[in-house]
């Protein structure tokens, strides 16, 4: 009886429901690797980075912004990156450097937006696998058109794109009922133009988690004889919630990789280099 009790209040209780403030979306602060897929299938690691971000929404306002990390007496402000309010952390050679810039512990977001005033929110950053790395393995990204495989340097521009990825063994649906382990996919043009999102979670819009398998790019967007950046990111988090704002401290990995469409371009569309990265994660270090 006490179980069929249980699940009665269970069944009953309402859907998780956030305090109402329509300023932000969610805030983010993370550690992450990236990493470089070859047209052999190799991939390269290139840096490790720790970043901050607050997300918001469409008419938001999030003025000031800082962060204190618990390496840092003083905090340290956000810039606008146009998506974003951001901080970035610097990239290093391996996760040990990472690590001793920017280890476990809380990180304070100092913010204040009219919905809610001004606030600090915590943001705990915590390795919860028993022992190695927090960092999920780097995907390693496939393509096909039509069904059939393709090369990344052998992209057809009349053909949709179909972007697979490694299985995302680490993620894991959200105790909390906030969000699940996410996987991000975005594609830019060689001018570093964002043409491809997969999607954020709290915009109202379709986003991929960790059990999802493709993610498909439109031939609409692709020009033959064109030069392409795309990157699949893997995501763990840890939410919480406070001031009706969502907060993730994420473990993430993205690998990058270079794509070409085959053909030629009857006009100016020609673009067969990559001219400006959409990414520094795409930066590689000596």
């Known amino acids: 009886m006490l179980r069929e009790a249980l699940f009665v209040v269970a069944f ?42 607050i997300f918001r929404q469409p008419d938001g306002i999030v003025s000031p912004a800082s962060i204190r990390t618990p390496f840092t007496a003083s905090p340290i402000d956000f810039t606008d990156g146009g998506h ?20 476990d512990g809380d990180y304070v977001f100092l913010f204040s937006a009219p919905s809610i005033g001004s ?42 794109l179909v972007v697979t990825w490694s299985e995302f063994y680490e993620g894991r649906r959200d105790p909390l009922g906030i969000v699940d382990d ?50 699949v990111e893997h995501a763990i988090l840890n939410t919480s919630l406070e001031h009706g704002v969502p907060a993730f401290a994420t473990f993430a990995t993205t690998t990058f990789l270079d794509l070409m469409t085959i053909g030629s371009a009857t006009d100016e569309t020609a673009c067969p280099n990559i001219l400006e990265h959409f990414d520094a994660g795409q930066t590689a270090l000596q």
């Open 12 to 53: 009953a209780l309402p859907p998780l429901a956030f305090p109402q403030q329509s300023d932000i979306t969610f805030i983010v602060a993370g550690k992450t690797s990236n990493h470089r897929q070859q047209l052999d299938g190799s991939v390269k690691t290139l840096n490790y980075h720790f970043f901050a971000e």
């Open 84 to 103: 974003a309010l951001e901080m970035h952390g610097g990239r290093y050679p391996n996760e040990q450097k990472l690590e001793a810039k920017y280890p």
């Open 182 to 231: 996410l996987l991000f996919v975005i594609m830019a043009d060689c001018q570093g133009e964002r043409i491809a999102h997969s999607g954020r979670p709290f915009e109202n819009t379709p986003f991929l988690s960790f059990d999802d398998e493709s993610f498909v790019i439109g031939a609409e967007i692709l020009h033959p004889e064109n030069a392409y950046q795309l990157s």
């Open 119 to 160: 606030v600090s929110q915590t943001v705990v950053m915590t390795n919860q696998r028993i022992s190695g790395s927090g960092l999920p393995a780097a995907p390693l990204i496939s393509l096909s058109q039509a069904g059939v495989s393709v090369a990344p340097d052998s992209i057809n521009p009349a053909l949709d």
